[in-house]
């Protein structure tokens, strides 16, 4: 086996998320490099995700969201010495580039997915949100940790945006310049497996994934059949807003294989977040030859070809605009889609990203800005 001279930091296996799959696809493709995380979720996680060799894991579990940032930032910052000894270290999340400090004179990469989103662009919204008492303990995690987080950054030798609208929060809020390199998805593993009569939801059940106005908007169309195949803090919420209505089930969080039948079988997915940062899911469903109602904000407007491979409701939509868009996304038109879907997800895929980020773990120190500008997918 070859001497792995590369770490992956990201901050915790929590969910089976976009950013989770990016991180271990990539330890994955490459023997040289090892994955350090904060702590693993046991119960999304229920078998050891890599060999136990490749997988250094800081700390133990938890489920308290503002617990979750400070007891891993300071893991990362207080108990990463060992990284030193990496050539390079790729750092992935919000939490991990605390360690940078520990890293100095070498490669230094960050893969940021976005800024912490609760201290800059939905810093507003959690903060209107939440209730007194919450505030003001969101208030002070804010003032901790930002000034940390911005200083790690500085350190950086490369910071690469998952998207351009990442880029662009890099720009607004840090004043950074980054390189965007879209994050990999499968696409051999989603296929087309029929179309059912019924529409899918695999975002996160959190406020600012609007899953509540997709139940609001099925609620109204008691004809139409909708699938949430995820889970997360708003779950029993959701259930109780659609207690008694036939057409609407929650499978909770399910396994890759059950998402990618889930997602072969449906007429189209949705996928309505605030401005996300990416987005794999809407990727994942083209991937699978099935068109997507999505959000003209953030990620998705450079996923989604309006009227091609999906429908874009406009930005802060309203039950209305979902009914619509399922009511125009018929069995028919949805098939219809199937191969302008597999086209548009083929610019995502997998061989793209590995071959992205492997000329940059191959490179020298020396090479690495030229590097970085050749595959910079803003500048194809």
Not at 38 to 52: K, Q, R, T, V
Not at 115 to 144: G, N
Not at 223 to 246: D, F, H, V
């Amino acid at each position: 086996m070859a001497l792995r001279q590369h770490l992956l930091m990201y901050d915790f296996l929590f969910v089976n998320g976009g950013a989770e799959a990016v991180s271990l696809q990539l330890v994955k493709s490459r023997e040289d490099m090892d994955l350090s995380v904060g702590f693993i979720n046991s119960d999304n996680f229920p078998e050891a995700p890599l060999e136990a060799e490749k997988l250094i894991s800081l700390g133990k579990s938890t489920r308290i969201l503002g617990w979750q940032t400070i007891k891993t930032s300071w893991l990362f910052k207080y108990k990463t010495g060992f990284i030193n000894r990496y050539e390079k270290v790729v750092f992935s999340g919000s939490n991990t580039p605390l360690a940078v400090h520990n890293h100095i004179g070498k490669v230094n990469i960050l893969y940021c997915h976005t800024p912490p989103r609760f201290v800059y662009d939905l810093k507003a919204h959690y903060l209107s949100t939440a209730p007194l008492w919450q505030k003001i303990l969101l208030k002070c995690l804010i003032a901790w940790f930002q000034p940390q987080y911005e200083k790690a950054i500085g350190k950086m030798d490369l910071v690469i945006a998952n998207s351009r609208n990442v880029q662009e929060r890099l720009k607004h809020y840090l004043g950074i310049k980054s390189i965007v390199i879209y994050p990999p998805c499968d696409t051999n593993k989603f296929k087309w497996m029929g179309q059912e009569d019924f529409y899918l939801s695999t975002a996160r059940l959190e406020p600012y994934k609007r899953v509540d106005l997709i139940v609001e908007a099925f609620l109204k169309m008691p004809q139409k059949n909708l699938i949430i195949a995820s889970g997360g803090s708003q779950l029993e919420r959701l259930k109780t807003l659609a207690k008694g209505a036939k057409n609407i089930h929650f499978t909770g969080w399910c396994d890759q294989s059950t998402l990618i039948d889930l997602m072969g079988r449906c007429t189209a997915s949705i996928y309505l977040p605030m401005n996300e940062d990416f987005g794999m899911s809407p990727v994942e469903s083209m991937a699978a030859g099935k068109p997507v109602i999505g959000v003209a904000e953030g990620g998705i407007l450079e996923t989604i070809v309006e009227n091609k491979t999906g429908v874009l409701c406009p930005s802060d939509p309203t039950n209305e605009d979902i009914i619509n868009a399922v009511n125009y996304l018929s069995k028919d038109t949805a098939a219809s889609m199937r191969e302008d879907c597999e086209k548009q997800a083929d610019k995502f895929s997998a061989k793209r990203f590995h071959q992205s980020i492997d000329a940059l773990l191959d490179c020298s120190k020396e090479q690495l800005q030229d590097t970085a500008s050749k595959v910079d997918a803003t500048s194809t």
